[in-house]
């Protein structure tokens, strides 16, 4: 586990867009692995700047996302699927066929079942992932794997946690449907991913990082499995690291 600690959110994303652009413009079939919430979005602004000062394609590229919220359809503002649409897919040269968020707007068991099989499926067919972004949860989830998921995990149907559902209930309005559910990448798809980068900026994240960092390799903080990735970088402003020892 390698650890970058930068002056600022503005420095980590540049960084995350560094890294990114190395693996578009090195592989002839780049695979990203993606992710939503509030960390990446100054990363999709640098990765669309990039696009938009020609020096960046995204032409040969293929995606995947983490994590899509279960019961609510890909035209949902507040779906995973239109989030990346909004902040990144809809502004680059990427082929919108090559890019992938878990297809979950159904609420039947089985359908959810084979939906998550054909994801791990098409992320094998398409060579494996060659760097997963990832967020941090408050609670130390990655993707939408919760406290006490197995290390094993493939894509599947998870129940949120309470401090998740809390934690994204200012996307919500009142009277709006939030679901609590999500299918979700194990976190044995995630160690899968040639390099992982997990991105943490604000104080609010700088316990579930400090318990990642130095805390013991536990299913209660799943990101802690990340100790045990050959190639992963954890890169933070000084706030998310303000409680390292
Ligand atoms: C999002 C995801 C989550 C977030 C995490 C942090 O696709 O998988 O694990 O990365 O909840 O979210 P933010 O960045 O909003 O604090």
Same mark, same amino acid.
């Given at each position: ?53 020609? @020096?960046? #394609? ?7 996302? &983490?994590?899509?919220? %279960?019961?609510?359809?890909? *035209? /949902? @503002?507040? #779906? ?7 902040? &990144?897919?809809?502004? %680059?040269?990427?082929?919108? *066929? /090559? ?147």
């Amino acid at each position: 586990m390698q650890i970058i600690i930068l002056p600022t959110a503005q420095d980590v994303a540049n960084y995350a867009a560094d890294r990114v652009a190395d693996v578009v413009n090195t592989r002839h079939h780049p695979v990203l692995g993606l992710a939503t919430g509030s960390t990446p979005i100054a990363l999709y602004e640098q990765l669309v700047a990039r696009y938009q000062a020609n @020096s960046l #394609s995204f032409k040969h590229c293929v995606t995947f996302n &983490l994590d899509e919220y %279960i019961g609510i359809p890909g *035209s /949902h @503002s507040q #779906s995973y699927r239109a989030f990346m649409e909004h902040h &990144l897919f809809g502004q %680059i040269d990427v082929e919108a *066929s /090559h890019t992938h968020v878990p297809l979950a707007a159904s609420m039947n068991v089985a359908e959810l079942e084979q939906s998550a099989k054909d994801y791990e499926l098409a992320i094998q067919h398409a060579g494996g992932i060659d760097l997963q972004i990832l967020g941090i949860g408050v609670n130390g989830h990655i993707g939408f794997n919760e406290p006490t998921s197995s290390f094993a995990s493939r894509t599947r149907i998870k129940t949120l946690s309470e401090s998740t559902v809390e934690a994204n209930k200012r996307f919500f309005s009142d009277d709006e449907f939030q679901p609590h559910l999500a299918l979700t990448m194990g976190i044995g798809t995630i160690l899968d991913a040639k390099a992982v980068l997990l991105m943490a900026t604000g104080k609010g994240k700088a316990g579930a990082v400090k318990a990642m960092i130095e805390g013991p390799l536990t299913s209660m903080c799943p990101a802690s499995v990340l100790q045990q990735h050959e190639k992963a970088t954890i890169v933070l402003d000084e706030e998310a690291a303000s409680e390292l020892a």
